[in-house]
Structures are given as C-alpha cells and as structure tokens.
C-alpha cells in the first residue's frame, strides 16, 4: 500500500490553485487540439510544449499531459459527428459511431465514447499506480547491458511485429538513429555528421523534428485532401448520460476485455492503432448478432474507445517506469521531460517523487474532468469546425514555428521544421511509419551511449550482452521479436508439411 | 497596412477535382526518388563516419562505429526498397500527388515558405500577422476586414502570451524595436 501513500501525496501537490488553473486550461487546449482536422495528440501537445518552457517541471507535465487527455477525448467528437478520425486510433470508432449520429443518436454515441474512454484510461492509470513503482525499482539494477538490451527490444519489437513494409519502417527507424548521431558526440566528445556547418554542432532537436514531421505535414495533407466539414449537431442533456450509464454494466465484458487489449498493447510500442481495432473485432466475434455492427450499435463505440484509451495511457507506463516511450505522444512527452531538465529513466521514482506521482495524480483527475468539461461542452468545441479552415491553417503554422524556434532560440530550427514538415509529408503519402522514427531520435544517443559503455565496460566483448540471465533472456526476446515474420513464417510451413502429406496417404 | 504577401497562390482553389486530374507523379515513382535520395544520404552519412574511425579503439569503438553500420542498414534498406518499386507491376502505379492536390498543397507550402523568410526580417509576430491575413483573405476568400481584423487579434494575443506572459524569446524585428521590445 506504500503507492496508494504516495499516491495521496501526489495529489496534495496537484491541489494548489495554479496546477488546477493549468490543469483546466491544458483539458481544454486539448479537446480543441483534438476536434481540430489536421491536429492531434502528438501534434498539440509538440506544438504547445514551448508553453511549458518556463514553468516548473510539475506544472509543465500536468498541463501537458492534461492536453493529451483532451485531444484524446476530443478525437470522438469529430469522429463520430463528422466521420473524421481525429486519430488513427478513433478509426474504428467511426464505424458505429458515425451512424448513430445519423440516425439521431449524437448525444448517445457521444457519451459512450467519454464515458468508455474514461474507463479505458482508469484501468492503465490504476495499472500504472500499482506497477511503474515496481518495475523502475527493479530497472534501477540495470546497467548499461540491461539498457541497451531493452532499448534493442523496443525497437526491434516495432519491426518485427509493425504493420508497415518492413524495410520502410528499417529505414525510418535506422534514419531517426541516424539523425540522433549528429552533432557532438557524449563520450568522445568529437564532432560527427556535421560536415563542419556550425549550425548542427548542435545536433538534430527532436521536438523541432517532431513539430514539422507531425504538425506542418499534417496541414499539408489536410490541404491536399480539401476536407469538406458537415457534421451533425449535438447537445448532450443529463438525461442521455444517465441513460448510457445505466446501460454500462450490461457490456462490463467488453469494457473489460478492450481495456486489457488496450494495456496489453500500450505497453508495447505503436499500440493505440491496434489496440482499438482489436478491440472492435473482438467485441463484434463475441457478439451474438455480428450483423449489427456497422450500423450504429453502442457496443461498437464502446469497445474501440476504451482499448484506444487504455492503451494511451498505458503507453505513459514503461516512459515513467524505464524511460522508453510507448507511443508518439508518450515519446514528446518524454522530450518535454529533458527540456526541463529531468533524466528520464528509473531513478525518476527516486529522485523526483513529486514529479512522478504529481503526474500519476493528475492523471486520475485530469480524467475526471475532462469526462465532465467535454460531457458539458460539446456544441462549443463543435462550433469551432465552423471556423474556416483557411483561418485555422495558418494559426497552426504559426504555433508551430513558434513551438520550434522556441526550443533553442534558433532560426536554424525553423527552417529544419519546414524540411522535416516535407519529409513527414512525403513519408506519410509512401507509407513510410513516423512513429519508429520520433521514437529512434528520441531514445538514439541513449542507446548509443548504453551500448558503448557496456562494451567499454567488456572490453569489446559482444557477449556481454548475454552475460547473466536477465540481459540475456531479453537481448534474445528482441532477437526473436526481430525476426519474428521470418519465424512464423516457419512454423506455417512446418505445420502445414504434415497437412500437405495427408491428402496423399 | 500592406498588401498580403503571397502573390504566389499557383492555382486557384477552384480547381476541378473531377476527371481530368491527372498525376503529377506516381506513387512509385516516389518511391523510387525517395529510395535514391536514402542511398545517397546513407553514402554520405556513411563516408563522414568512415572518416571519423569505424574501427574499435582499447576502450570500445570509435565515434563512427555505431552510425556506420546505421547507415549501412538504410543503405541496404533502401536498395530493397529501391528493387522493390523497380519491380512493381504497371498495375499497381497509383498517384502520388494529383497536379489539383498538388496546387492546393502548394497554396500552404509557398506562403509557409515566406511566412520564414519573412520572420527574419521583420519578427514573428509581424510576419505571423501577414500569414494569418494574407491566408485568409486569398485562399479563404474571406473578406479582407475580416482576415485583417482576426489576424490582428491572432498575432497581438501571440506577443502578449509569449513576450509579456510566458516571458519566451522570439525572433523581433523593427516592429518591436520601435515599441521598446
């Protein structure tokens, strides 16, 4: 019970005016981030991170992160009255949401969507409280070996088991590690990648990176696609609330079964996506009458909602816990964390308790209200996709070379963001994923530095990373999540040998 | 007041999207560019490594060790990438960009281009200014008073965040010299 203590703690150093006012100010910042075409999660909360540039770094990760609770619950609004995913992850969501909207039912189909987000991230934050604590102190007896191996995992997880072209996400991963490289190196202190412009002595920021490759491509794209904004209102009235809360309990099965998908998940790298589409096939196999989703069933909202949602916030898990992030967002955030001087990683537990479980904290109740702000302000925030997109662009322009120039008081870094925002755009339109790239640039020099000074500690010796059984069981894992397509490959043509050699005998 | 800047709009937002779109580029096409560019950098990347010492020193490898090899994976990566989009079918060429989808990225590209040039010469929050007007009033169509107005509100609510409020330095220009900025 010693993280329900700290837990309590942790909301006494929520409970001060300023963190509530910037709390409230982060939510709503959020859900217009979210409603927004063209913005999301990542995008908001890169581009509003310079905000938090002065602020202590308490202050900064609750509004920060309260900005992400908003978007996240902001991606249902559009999604289901528009029928434009906000996200990735609110795709499924569309697929009953939408019609219910269609056939009148708005208020409905928006309530269940908070509602089981909410759910969704309650689960993965109770799962945090009670696990992070335990898996950083037990990665406090990591080494440099133990590191490198988990960073290895993390990425050869995403090639191994990411939906995309194998060697597009090869090459966005190996040029986001890349890109990490450049400027001066930690150990030797020696000049890499610079071809002498003084400009990159500097290195390759990653939240310029991120702002461009996110927030400006993404204005591009909108351009591109010309989006035609016609959405159904809604308004929703305490009677629907209660009425779909009082249906909740009839589909505790499938609340349940997303939320665990989407921790499952979350925990991995790249899992939002997956996580909600699992969720929505999963709850329609079990469901008896299969023919009614797609047509503006609740189950349909519920069960991608709450796998999205828990799998978001369950990506918040292994960055506290070990340092590594789950997801795009949880990877900013991470960049945020080094900004304000903090080093992420396990000895944050220790040496900044009131960080940590300032943010674990506001987590439960940055959740709470933002149910209740977007339960009670929807027609506002729907009123903002009447304002004309050619209004909106330029202002996210705008943020966003603010946001970049910001980081290091550099016009370099602007130009950068505008290159990054024509690569991220190019990227996107030949399916090459971002995702492994923010996470390489963010998480490159450290995985350098932990491979170089475990070999430095080996003398050389690769073997180090086999050398007891904890470095070496997970070295492995990563091996084998590597060559995963390979191997299941395998074991199909293995299995079906035998199938092949019984017809004939 | 001056004019809005961008008189660089190549295609009017008019512009049929209809049967006669024709692509600019192919979508393997693109792949094909983006795999050479890759190659290239990864060649370049690897040659600066190769210079600053890929071998293993006493004390564990040299600087360049770790980003030699990266870049050798992207190289081989891309080679791949590169044989694979040589090798597609006809079929398969869907497009890349459309020249309408082309015009209308082009319509944000360009002004964002000199929204930066422009920030170094006259400060963020003037040339923020003329990108929010300027925007709106020629690819939006919005009224010039309108676009004038909110892109007025737009940039004094940015400098009164940043400059006064959150104490964030920006690129100035003349502007807030003159005001004591």
């Not at chain 1, 203590?5 to 006494?12: C, K, N, P």
């Not at chain 1, 699992?278 to 299969?290: E, Q, S, T």
């Not at chain 2, 693109?30 to 795999?35: N, P």
Request: proline content about 5%.
């Amino acid at each position: 019970m010693e993280a329900f203590g700290l837990l309590l703690h942790g909301f006494q150093v929520l409970l001060t005016f300023k963190i509530l006012a910037l709390m409230l100010v982060g939510l709503v910042l959020g859900v217009f981030v979210g409603v927004l075409p063209g913005l999301g999660g990542p995008n908001g909360v890169a581009i509003l991170l310079p905000l938090t540039f002065t602020m202590d770094p308490t202050s900064a990760i609750v509004m920060l992160s309260c900005i992400y609770w908003g978007a996240l619950f902001g991606g249902a609004i559009t999604s289901i009255l528009f029928n434009i995913p906000g996200e990735a992850w609110s795709v499924a969501t569309t697929f009953d949401g939408h019609p219910m909207a269609q056939q009148g039912r708005a208020a409905e189909a928006l309530t269940a969507a908070f509602t089981s987000s909410f759910i969704g991230s309650l689960v993965a934050v109770l799962l945090i409280t009670f696990l992070a604590p335990g898996i950083a102190s037990f990665a406090l007896r990591f080494g440099p070996p133990e590191f490198f191996a988990v960073y290895l995992l993390t990425f050869c997880s995403f090639v191994g088991l990411g939906k995309e072209d194998k060697h597009k996400t090869l090459i966005s991963m190996c040029l986001g590690l890349l890109l990490a490289g450049v400027g001066m190196d930690t150990i030797s202190g020696q000049l890499r990648m610079t071809f002498g412009w003084s400009e990159l002595f500097r290195g390759i920021n990653f939240l310029v990176a991120v702002i461009g490759l996110f927030g400006i491509s993404e204005i591009l794209l909108t351009m591109e696609e010309r989006l035609a904004l016609r959405g159904h209102a809604a308004r929703i009235s305490l009677r629907v609330v209660l009425q779909v809360w009082r249906e909740l309990p009839r589909y505790w099965v499938t609340l349940l079964r997303s939320s665990a998908i989407g921790c499952w998940l979350g925990i991995t790298p790249g899992g939002a996506i997956a996580a909600s589409f699992m969720g929505y096939n999963l709850a329609k196999r079990f469901a008896r009458d299969k023919e009614s989703f797609g047509k503006g069933r609740i189950e349909g909202v519920f069960a991608p909602e709450t796998a999205a949602h828990a799998s978001g916030t369950a990506a918040l898990l292994p960055m506290l816990a070990l340092g590594i992030p789950g997801s795009g967002t949880a990877a900013i955030l991470l960049g945020g964390l080094m900004v304000w001087g903090l080093n992420p990683g396990p000895l944050l537990f220790v040496e900044h308790k009131d960080f940590v479980w300032g943010l674990i904290a506001s987590m439960y109740l940055g959740n709470v209200v933002g149910l209740v702000i977007v339960l009670s302000t929807v027609p506002l925030f729907t009123a903002v996709l009447r304002v004309p997109f050619a209004a909106i662009a330029p202002m996210i322009i705008v943020s966003c070379a603010i946001g970049a120039y910001a980081i290091q008081n550099a016009m370099f870094d602007i130009w950068l963001m505008l290159l990054f925002g024509i690569v991220g755009y190019v990227f996107k339109k030949i399916s090459i994923p971002l995702a492994p790239f923010t996470l390489a640039l963010v998480l490159g020099s450290r995985a350098e530095d932990a491979f170089r000074l475990s070999m430095i500690g080996a003398g050389g010796d690769v073997r180090v990373f086999w050398s007891n059984g904890l470095v070496g069981s997970i070295t492995t894992l990563a091996l084998v999540l590597l060559f995963w397509p390979l191997l299941s490959i395998l074991a199909a043509r293995l299995r079906r040998m035998p199938a092949s050699i019984r017809p004939a005998g | 007041m001056s004019p809005p800047h961008e008189g660089a709009t190549p295609q009017e937002g008019t512009g049929a999207a209809g049967g006669e779109d024709r692509a600019v580029m192919s979508r393997r096409s693109a792949d094909i560019a983006v795999s050479i560019a890759l190659l290239g950098l990864a060649a370049l990347l690897g040659w600066d490594n190769w210079r600053t010492g890929i071998s293993w020193a006493s004390d564990g490898p040299r600087p360049g060790y770790f980003p030699f090899y990266l870049s050798v994976i992207l190289a081989a990566a891309s080679l791949y990438g590169l044989v694979k989009a040589l090798l597609e079918h006809a079929a398969a060429r869907d497009a890349f960009v459309t020249r309408a989808q082309l015009g209308r990225v082009m319509q944000v590209f360009v002004p964002t281009l000199l929204f930066c040039l422009l920030t170094q010469w006259l400060g963020i929050y003037v040339a923020s200014f003329l990108l929010v007007a300027g925007f709106m009033w020629r690819v939006g169509r919005i009224a010039l008073w309108k676009s004038l107005l909110t892109s007025f509100i737009f940039a004094l609510s940015m400098f009164i965040t940043f400059q006064i409020v959150f104490d964030v330095i920006m690129p100035k220009g003349p502007l807030e010299a003159l005001l004591g900025y």
